[in-house]
Every structure is written in C-alpha cells, then in structure tokens.
C-alpha cells in the first residue's frame, strides 16, 4: 500500500482499545508465518535458492494467488493461458493447476506477499488502524467484514482487469482488505490525531487528524489509478477503502447504537 509511513494507535478519544485487538494480532502473525514458509522469503530450503527460488516463488504466487481471470470464469486457467503469463526468470515454466478453486483463492491470496517490504507495507496499516476498527465492530464482526470487503475488492478489480494484460497475473496481498479497514476507520473516528512521517528533506512527525491522513491517501489511490502504468493494483485499494467506509456509514445510520464504543473497565475480554 503505497503512502506516507504512519505509526501509533490512535482511537477516537485518544485512550487506547479497551480489550486486546486479537483478531488484527492474529491476521499480521498468520500472514508473517505465512511469508517465513513460503519461497518469498528464501528460508525454506524446499523452494530452492537463485532462479529456481524465484520460478518457485512465481508459481506459488500462481496456485495461491487470486487470477482475475480464474474469478471471473470460476475455473483455474489452463495451459495455453498460462503461456501469456511472463516467466519470472528465462525457461520458468508455471503449471496447471487443475485442483484451484477460484472462490477460495480469493482468500488465501490476503495472505501471501512478495516479500518482506510488501508484508510489513501492509501489516502497519493493519497494526494501526486495525484496534480502532475491531474495538467498535467486536471481533467476530471485524474478521467477517475485513474477508467480505477484501473479497468485495478482489473481484470488482477481476472484472475490471479481466480483458487486460493483468487478467492473468495473480493478485496478492491484503491491500483490498486493510483499505477497507482504513474506509471504516475513517468513518468511525475521523477527528483522531494519527501520527504520520513526513518526508522534508529528512522524515518529520506530524500530527494530522484522521479525516486528512486518509482522505489524502484515497485521493493518492485514485490518482494513481487514473494514471496507470504501475504493477500495483491500485483500484483494489480504492474499492476496498469506499466499500469500508459505505457499510460501515450504512451500519451506523441505520443503528446508530450497534457500533458504539464498547465500555472500559479497565480489563480485556
């Protein structure tokens, strides 16, 4: 997720969550075991090192990933598709695979990413912005709502892609996903101060409310989708963030009370 880099826990009021935001612990602990297991990260001696790692890592991102053009057809591409797929490295060649299911992948793609930088991107934003969010909906609610609206933006940003060059490079990271946190976020506690690092000739901490850190950053998003030419998917992250923000106003304006803030008594749950 491409922005300025934020840090701390901001809520509303500016006290910290009044229970343990285990299910937004528990996301970023899976998704780093995840990276740890898999070729990205080049510690398991199973995938390889070198060229091979990389076909490897290619390819695992291939069976695990969510392919536009899988979702939108409901079957896993075949052969001759593949061959439109550029090889990571010179004679990578990635296989069928037949077993797919397309509907899964959608989830199993939030948890893998392209290395450590692309999962750390990620899981601030989820670190920061994730309390707030599971603290108001509860835990089951918040785990729901985060696949739903991942899911929401993974395949809307499949139809668009669909009859593209990208409708068979797979689609990975939980971008979708935690733009739909950071939508809700945005709903739920808009006047919160959120530190961000701002680049003057050397990184400055400022203190902005909430409404303007992620308001730019949307707008940043549609920019960048406006202007194309990159290999991040930024639509996904526009789609994720308006549909956070749209159900979580909907929850809100037609009960009010079903998002309050929940007591504090000092204990977690």
């Known amino acids: 997720m491409a922005t300025p880099v934020l840090h701390q826990l901001p809520t509303q009021d500016g006290a910290p969550p009044a229970r343990a935001p285990v299910v937004t612990l528990a996301l970023i602990a899976f998704s780093a075991l995840i990276l740890l297991i898999g070729p990205s990260f080049g510690l398991n001696p199973a995938y390889g090192t070198g060229p091979a790692r990389v076909c490897a890592e290619q390819q695992y991102e291939q069976r695990w990933g969510a392919v536009p053009a899988e979702l939108v057809g ?23 695979t037949p077993d797919k299911i397309p509907a899964l992948s959608v989830l199993t793609a939030f948890f893998v990413h392209a290395g450590w930088l ?31 609206v991942g899911s929401l933006a993974t395949y809307g940003y499949a139809y668009a892609e669909v009859d593209s060059s990208e409708a068979v490079r797979a689609l990975i990271g939980a971008s979708g996903a935690i733009a739909g946190v950071l939508g809700a976020y945005l709903r739920l506690h808009p006047r919160a101060r959120v530190t961000a690092l701002v680049p003057l000739l050397f990184f400055l901490p400022l203190r902005f409310p909430a409404w303007l850190v992620l308001g730019l950053w949307f707008v940043l998003q549609w920019w960048s989708v406006r202007a194309g030419g990159s290999e991040v998917a930024y639509l996904v992250h526009v789609i994720g963030f308006a549909t956070g923000y749209l159900a979580t106003w909907a929850v809100t304006w037609a009960r009010p009370d079903t998002l309050a803030p929940p007591p504090r008594t000092g204990a977690d749950e």
Do not use: K, W
């Not at 490295?89 to 069928?96: G, K």
């Not at 912005?129 to 985060?146: A, K, Q, S, T």
């Open 74 to 96: 409901n079957r896993p591409l075949t052969a001759a598709q593949l061959t439109e797929l550029p090889p990571a490295v010179p004679d990578c060649r990635i296989s069928p």
């Open 118 to 148: 692309h999962l750390v991107g990620n899981m601030l934003f989820l670190f920061v912005f994730g309390p707030g969010v599971e603290e108001r909906f509860g835990r089951i609610r918040f785990l729901l709502g985060y696949l739903a």
